[in-house]
């Protein structure tokens, strides 16, 4: 009886679905006769709704022509007999001698994106905790417009400021010496010689870039958290700083999260700061001193070139097809994160 119930209540998967065609054809049936007959406010709101949809719909064919286009393209070397699916894990490249492993990109994309995300989540998130619940409200505007200001800078300016500050301060004073110290010489990331243009460079400018994103959605998260939340919890005793860790942290944890998952998409696709400083060697990174080639970087210097060789450009349409898929998953993972956190927390 109970589960006779249940079933009236929930239905089942092939009712909803056709309950859910039914209703779209309703929907569309309404709609076509208000455009022949109706009048007025009801004929406006129509066409308002349709003019709304229509870029909304125009966004997610793009989002379809483009991946449809990337595979198209890279469909020759993912077939071909020196490519297929296993170059996503192949460690070398040597278009010369017909090897094309991009699993060397990757690498080098995920291992400069990590130490981006290491350093810019920490320092973003307690500067954006800091202006929503500690900073005057007088210094908060300028504080939060340099934020703004920081995220109008071009990649290029980024690239040419790391070129110039960042490179030779690791050649010169980092790495010499932290491979001197006892306390970390040993350590395997330490190791090896550099030039300045290494892993190393390529993280720390991408999370400099990264610090805006950071900061203004997470700050917007968190000032988006109830004030009564907030009295509450000084009101049973918490301190200020345990009530904005412990309680309005916790409360915009799915915007934090949203914000990080978000910079892991600008961190994978930033091209031409990260271009100017890793060194573009292609070798897989062990150390935090070595240089890398990532994906981006890769496909801008050798699209050119390899434009008349099918097999090549099939190949760097691979990396970006890649590419795009990262976006994608993220962009996603961040909607979901959203959604499960507002849930959990009763704010819907």
């Known amino acids: 009886m109970l589960d006779k119930v249940r079933e009236e209540k929930s239905g089942t998967p092939r009712e909803e679905n056709g309950n859910l065609i039914s209703s779209t054809l309703s ?17 406006a709101d129509l066409l308002g709704k349709i003019g709304l949809a229509i870029p909304a719909f125009t966004s997610i064919l793009i989002i379809v022509l483009i991946l449809t286009f990337l595979w198209y393209e890279s469909i020759p070397i993912l077939t071909s007999d020196v490519g297929g699916p296993a170059i996503f894990l192949e460690p070398t490249w040597d278009p010369n001698r017909d090897l094309y492993g991009i699993g060397i990109f990757i690498a080098g994309s995920f ?12 320092i973003g998130i307690g500067a954006a905790i800091f ?36 490179v030779p301060w690791i050649k010169e004073s980092l790495a010499p010496s932290v491979q001197s110290n006892p306390l970390t010489g040993w350590i395997p990331f330490f190791q090896g010689t550099t030039n300045g243009f290494s892993l190393l460079a390529g993280g720390l400018i991408l999370a400099i870039m990264l610090l805006p994103t950071v900061i203004s959605v997470s700050d917007d998260a968190l000032r988006s958290v109830p004030r009564t939340l907030r009295e509450a919890a000084l009101a049973l005793g918490a301190s200020e700083s345990e009530t904005a860790r412990k309680i309005v942290l916790s409360a915009a944890l799915p915007g934090v999260g949203a914000a990080v998952v978000l910079s892991l998409g600008r961190a994978v696709g930033e091209t031409m700061a990260v271009l100017m400083v890793t060194g573009n060697s292609l070798q897989i990174p062990y150390s935090l001193f070595d240089p890398c080639y990532v994906m981006t970087s890769i496909i801008t210097n050798q699209l050119g070139y390899a434009y008349i060789f099918p097999l090549w450009r099939s190949a760097l349409f691979a990396v970006a097809l890649v590419l795009m898929l990262m976006s994608i998953c993220f962009t996603t993972i961040a909607k979901i994160m959203i959604k499960w956190g507002t849930k959990t927390r009763g704010i819907v």
């Open 27 to 43: 929907r569309i049936r309404h709609g076509l006769w208000i455009l022949r007959r109706g009048r007025g406010g009801a004929r």
């Open 111 to 122: 291992a400069a994106t990590a130490i981006a995300i290491g350093i810019a989540l920490p």
């Open 131 to 166: 202006l929503s619940e500690f900073c005057p409200e007088r210094l908060r505007g300028a504080v939060r417009m340099v934020v703004e200001m920081m995220a109008a800078v071009p990649s290029i300016v980024y690239g040419l400021w790391a070129f110039l500050v960042i």
